[in-house]
Structures are given as C-alpha cells and as structure tokens.
C-alpha cells in the first residue's frame, strides 16, 4: 500500500482485491482523524464491498483510492478509481433509494476541483458517479460536459448498475494516455482559467458590501507599487523576498492583498500571465468565506449579465483560487516532510512530493501574501497540533516538529527553486486568540534560518504594538534589511469618516488624556455614543441606517450575560458568518435583525456601517486600570490575575479584543453598557448576582468620563 498522507486507503486493485473488509477497515480508521462512528464505519463496509465485487468483474488493473483529499481545498472524495487512463470520481449515498440534485452537485464539485486544481488530472477524462444504493435506474446515456473540458457529465446509479456504466465508460474511452504514477501526491495546480474570477474583484462588483473605498486611497496604492516592485526584482535577481506591510485598523490592508495578487497574476493583460501566480492566505475562516461568497456572486451576476450560463458553485471555486485559507495551504506542504523529523531539520520526502521544474518541491505560486501575519502560531501551539496529529481533516501527525508556523511557511516558499515573495500583512495589536505568536516569530525565523532573504519593512514595526516593540533588537545584525514608509497604511479607509477613529480607540484602551481630544475631533463626523439600554441602542442604529447599509451587535468570546438583554451569540461556523454579513435585511440570520452578535473572531478583518458594541463584565474599568473576568458558566466571574505568563497571554487577548470590536465600523458606533441587575429578593439576597450593577458602573463612567455622548 501507498503513502497514505493525502487519503485514508490507497492500494493497487490487486492488491485492494485480496485484503479482507476488515483488514481495509482499520487502515481506513488508523488514518482517520477523531472518533468513527459506526455509521462511517457501516458506509465503509458497504463501499469496500461493492467496490470489490465490482473490480473483480472489471479485470483491470489500476489504483483505488478512498476518502481522497484534494489538495488546499479541504474536500474528500469518497472512492477514486484510476483505471485505464480514466479518473472515476465515486460519490455513495449508502442506503438511500432517490437521487437528490444537492449530492449530484457534491460529486461534479470533486470532479471539477481535480480538473481545476490538480496537475495530473487536467488532461484526464474524469467521470463523476452518484451511487445512491438501493436506487433501482442508472443513467443511460454518457456525455461529455459542454464545456469540452473532459469531464463526463454526472452519472447517476443504484449499486447494481455501478458495473455497467464504469464498463460502458471504458469502452466509450479505450485509448487514454496512462495517469501519472505520481497521481496521489499531485501538485496543487490551478489552470488559468480558474483565475478569471480575480478580475471581477475591480471590475463591475459590490465588493463595497465588504471593504469600501471611500476615502484617499493614495496610501493604498502607494503601498501596492511598493511591493509589485519588490516582486519584480525579486524575479530578475532571482532571490527571495518578504515584505512587513503594517497599517491602522481598517486601513486596507486586506484590499492590498488581493490587489496585489491580482495585478502579479494578470500584470495588465486580460489572460493570466503564465507561471506568475499569486494567492491570498488568511487563517480567518469567516473572512474567507465572506469574501469569497461575495465576490463568488459578483462573478456569477457578471457572466449572467453578458448573457452566459454560470452558476454559483462554479463562482465559488474560481474565486477559491485567489482567495485561500492559510492552514491548508501549511497542511499541503506538510504533507511533503520526512516523518519523524530529524535533527530538528525539514527535509523533502521525495516519496511524498513531485518536484517541478520552475517550483521545485514548492507551491506553484511564486507569491504568497499572509493576511493578519500576526496570529501565526507560535512553535509549541503548532507541534502539539501536530503530535495530536492535527484537525483539519488530514491526519498530520508529525513528530519532533521543529519550527514555529512563520518559520515553516518561510520554509515552504523557500523551497522553491527560482524566485519567491512573502508578504505580510500586520495588524498592530490584533492576537485575539491564545497561541498566536505576534510578528517576532517572523523575525526570529528570518535571522535564525532565513538570512539570505531579503526583508523590505515598515518602519511602524518597531512600534510597541509590533512584537512588544522589539523588532528593531531583533533585526540589529541582519543586513538585508530596507525600511519603507511605503509600507505603512496610515489612513482608515474602513471608518471613512473618522481617520483618527484608531487613534482614539488607542488613546480609549490606554488611559491616554488624548481620547477626549480626539473624541471631540471626530464626532461629528463619526459619531459615537452611549446607553445602558438595549433597546434604545437598537433604536440608534435603526435609525442611522440607509439603504444597503448594514448593522450589527458585537460581543467578545468572554461575555457572558447577555441573554438577559435579548442578545445571543452567532452560532460558529463559517457559514453562519456569511449570512450574517451578507443576507440582506428581511432574512432573520443577517446582522441588520441584531438578534445574533458576532465576537471578535466572527469579524476581524471585516466590518458594517454602524455598530453596537455590547460591552460585558469581562473586562472592567476600576480606579484607571482595566480588570479582566472569565465566567465560570455557571454562577460567577473569576478575575484574571496575571501570575503567570498563560494569564498575562490571556488578559493581552482580551484586550486586543475590544480594540478590534471597537474599530469594526465605517460610519459610527454606540457602546452599550449594561445597567447590571439592582434589585434583591425579600430575603436581601441578588436576583441575579452575575449581573450586579458594580461590574458594570465603572467601565460607564470612565466612557463618560470622556465626552462620549449619552443616548
């Protein structure tokens, strides 16, 4: 049997012939990531089954494959059969008797994504089949999709005519080159034309229901040709770059990202330009998904409009290449390490990886720019992921891994043989989740690992809220240094009213004298306010929006005691976030109903027109100092003291928490704070002792305090 990194079972037929159920059954659950249900277990037993009664009467030799994982997508294909040069995709639905349009849908997308994304199948005739069990029809008639790309229009059948249709398909194709030997490591390899979505993100789109752009933005652009330059010597001298990108909350850097890998990939021209790929990465699930659904249905509106069938799925896919989440961008180079890892150095397993001529045993993007760079993992948070054999539906279990997530995605670009550019791009003071190591990691891996890297910088990095403001120690002795004021974003395009809106959420979270200065500069403009009531912050917002403008309650991940307000908490869950931001104001999931609050997870990296910041008892003002609570869950507050560097870590996330709530409106806000609950039972004792009006009061009056306009 064949390395299994990128399936759960991989075998010759042969061979898969002569194993007993229960043999292929525990390979099948060994590789398998979490608990298996019996139910997997019981879809496992009946698809092996059939398979082998129908192999058997085939006679051919080739390679099954089962629960396959298509490179950087994130999706398992059930059964692959490669035979005779012909990719079958088998997608069961053990038991069920009807054909649902839904699960033929599911298998043409695995057909699709193997076409469009994987190098040795885009010249292969792939056959998409839906076996529903016990359905009692099977399709009649086999077709080549309209689109000429090769790929058989979906077959459907019951398993009793699975034989016939894979027999008739054979017969129909005898004479298919054979399918590289290397097919179960493929490289990940997006045609281009997967790319054409990228030009709908400036061109005829409503992507300004994400990012708007109506401020100045010649800081944007500025910045942009900064690193298209970077990129372009980096090429001509054949060397490897990183670029430190930095900028104010809601200064646009996530419309640098994927400018920038638009403009490398087409570089003017209205076809892609040939091995200069470029893609966006962020490890923010809801931020990919929401920017990849909205621009999915602006391309779709576009094609539709030039009077072309395209449908949504389609759209999604062709966006997916621009738009990626990092993790599985990591997880697809990992796949390609020597395992244990010796020595604490990474070293190609030629077993497991392909080299390519200009890529070698890197990604076939020359560019990858790593959106909020800053929440990277820290070294200890990514080998314990790894010894536990990871969660994100590859069973990655790497022992001895010796490099901090930033370290090894320098690796992984570094692999490649020609040329290479990183770009980050930084959030000050943004770690909002435990384990997030900052932007020293980066640093550090450059000046340990990576010293022949040229490092183009923002001088804003040496900040404080950059690596506790160390970078400029950590980067003394490297020589390869160039500092930029081209690659800081100094104006918030996010708050188009308010530019200094960071300044004051800074001076706010500080205690700097400052905030009320800048709160009478800016209101006006962008207005702020405050209440203790629910309801009449609700009001405010009503009452502020226009049209197509969106609304919307955020909370932190450590309130609590909110339902007394009538507010729950959005339901994790990428798609849960795009209908939050994306469903217009009549559908009762869109953040316009303000029933569901969104925590600062849910939102970094996007934003809505007005907000209501619902400001709970976790974090508290006393006596110019902010105090932090957890909940216990049940009936008390437990204050975090920072004893020890865990705590310290913790009471830095929480916040970097209201910093990112408090910067996720373009046009105003209203902070609510609760009143608490005063009254007591006829005993003397609280009705409600998590809600005591002294949690509260304090962080009130400090926000009045400022001049912050009460409602």
């Keep these: 049997?064949?390395?299994?990194?990128?399936?759960?079972?991989?075998?010759?037929?042969?061979?898969?012939?002569?194993?007993?159920?229960?043999s292929i059954l525990g390979t099948l659950s060994r590789n398998y990531h979490g608990f298996v249900q019996s139910t997997q277990t019981d879809a496992w037993a009946e698809e092996i089954s059939i398979s082998q009664d129908l192999l058997k009467l085939i006679n051919k030799d080739g390679q099954i494959i089962f629960e396959y994982d298509i490179p950087r997508l994130g999706k398992r294909i059930d059964v692959t059969l490669l035979i005779d040069g012909i990719i079958f995709c088998l997608e069961f639905k053990v038991?069920?008797?009807?054909?649902l349009e839904a699960d033929v849908d599911q298998v043409l997308d695995?057909?699709?994504?193997?076409?469009?994304?994987?190098?040795?199948?885009?010249?292969?005739i792939i056959v998409p089949i839906l076996i529903a069990t016990n359905y009692k029809a099977s399709s009649s008639n086999i077709v080549m999709s309209v689109y000429n790309d090769k790929v058989v229009n979906p077959l459907v059948t019951g398993k009793d005519g699975l034989l016939k249709i894979i027999k008739d398909?054979?017969?129909?194709?005898?004479?298919?080159?054979?399918?590289?030997?290397?097919?179960?490591?493929?490289?990940?390899?997006?045609?281009?034309?997967?790319?054409?979505?990228a030009r709908a993100l400036y061109e005829n789109h409503s992507v300004e229901n994400i990012t708007r752009h109506e401020a100045d933005d010649v800081s944007t652009d500025r910045t942009i040709a900064y690193i298209l330059d970077v990129i372009k010597k980096s090429k001509q001298n054949k060397e490897k770059s990183i670029c430190f990108v930095t900028g104010v909350p809601g200064a646009g850097k996530t419309l640098v990202g994927l400018d920038v890998a638009i403009k490398q990939t087409y570089q003017g021209n209205l076809e892609p330009v040939k091995d200069e790929g470029a893609v966006y990465l962020s490890g923010n699930g809801p931020l990919v998904a929401v920017l990849t659904e909205a621009l999915a249905k602006d391309n779709q509106k576009k094609i539709q409009a030039s009077g072309k069938k395209k449908n949504l799925t389609d759209s999604r896919r062709e966006v997916s290449k621009s738009i990626q989440m990092i993790h599985r961008y990591r997880d697809n180079m990992l796949m390609k390490i020597k395992n244990p890892v010796e020595n604490g150095v990474l070293e190609i397993d030629p077993t497991k990886a392909v080299k390519q001529e200009k890529a070698g045993f890197g990604e076939v993007e020359h560019v990858a720019i790593f959106d909020e760079a800053q929440r990277s993992w820290t070294h200890k948070r990514l080998a314990d992921y790894l010894k536990r054999g990871g969660t994100y539906g590859n069973k990655l279990k790497v022992i001895n891994f010796p490099l901090s997530e930033a370290g090894f995605l320098i690796w992984s670009l570094d692999q490649r043989e020609d040329w290479a550019t990183i770009v980050c791009l930084v959030g000050g003071g943004q770690e909002i989740n435990?384990?997030?190591?900052?932007?020293?990691?980066?640093?550090?891996a450059l000046n340990e690992m990576f010293i022949h890297w040229k490092v183009y910088i923002s001088p804003k990095l040496t900040d404080k809220e950059y690596a506790e403001g160390q970078v400029n120690e950590l980067l003394k002795d490297n020589h390869n240094v160039t500092y930029s004021?081209?690659?800081?974003?100094?104006?918030s395009l996010r708050s188009y009213r308010a530019e200094k809106l960071s300044a004051f959420v800074q001076a706010l979270l500080t205690f700097d004298p400052m905030a009320k200065i800048i709160y009478k500069e800016?209101?006006?403009?962008?207005?702020?306010?405050?209440?203790?009531?629910?309801?009449?912050?609700?009001?405010?917002?009503?009452?502020?929006?226009?049209?197509?403008?969106?609304?919307?309650?955020?909370?932190?991940?450590?309130?609590?005691?909110?339902?007394?307000l009538g507010i729950h908490v959005l339901a994790s869950g990428d798609e849960n976030a795009v209908h939050w931001f994306l469903e217009d104001k009549i559908d009762t999931r869109s953040s316009n109903y303000l029933e569901d609050a969104a925590t600062e997870i849910?939102?970094?990296?996007?934003?809505?027109?007005?907000?209501?910041?619902?400001?709970?008892?976790?974090?508290?003002?006393?006596?110019?100092?902010?105090?932090?609570?957890k909940f216990n869950g049940q009936t008390k507050w437990v204050k975090q003291e920072a004893t020890s560097e865990s705590k310290q870590e913790l009471i830095k996330y929480m916040l970097n928490a209201y910093r990112v709530l408090l910067t996720r409106a373009r046009a105003g806000m209203v902070i609510c704070v609760p009143s608490g609950n005063p009254n007591k039972t006829n005993t003397g004792f609280w009705e409600d002792s998590t809600r005591l009006p002294e949690y509260y009061d304090g962080t009130y009056e400090y926000l009045k305090d400022l001049g912050i306009d009460e409602i």
């Design 485 to 491: 004021n081209d690659l800081h974003l100094s104006v």
């Design 110 to 124: 695995y057909a699709l994504d193997l076409k469009y994304f994987h190098k040795f199948s885009s010249d292969k």
């Design 522 to 564: 800016i209101k006006d403009k962008y207005p702020i306010v405050l209440t203790r009531d629910m309801k009449k912050a609700k009001e405010w917002l009503h009452s502020k929006v226009r049209g197509s403008e969106r609304t919307g309650v955020l909370i932190t991940k450590e309130s609590a005691r909110f339902k007394p």
């Design 434 to 444: 435990t384990g997030e190591a900052g932007i020293s990691e980066w640093i550090k």
């Design 169 to 197: 398909v054979l017969n129909k194709y005898p004479s298919e080159t054979p399918i590289d030997e290397n097919w179960i490591i493929s490289p990940y390899a997006p045609t281009p034309t997967i790319i054409e979505a």
């Design 95 to 99: 038991g069920e008797s009807k054909i």
């Design 1 to 22: 049997m064949i390395n299994t990194n990128r399936c759960l079972y991989n075998n010759k037929i042969r061979d898969f012939l002569n194993e007993s159920i229960n």
């Design 602 to 629: 849910q939102v970094q990296g996007l934003e809505l027109d007005y907000t209501c910041l619902l400001w709970d008892a976790d974090m508290r003002y006393n006596n110019g100092n902010w105090e932090f609570y």
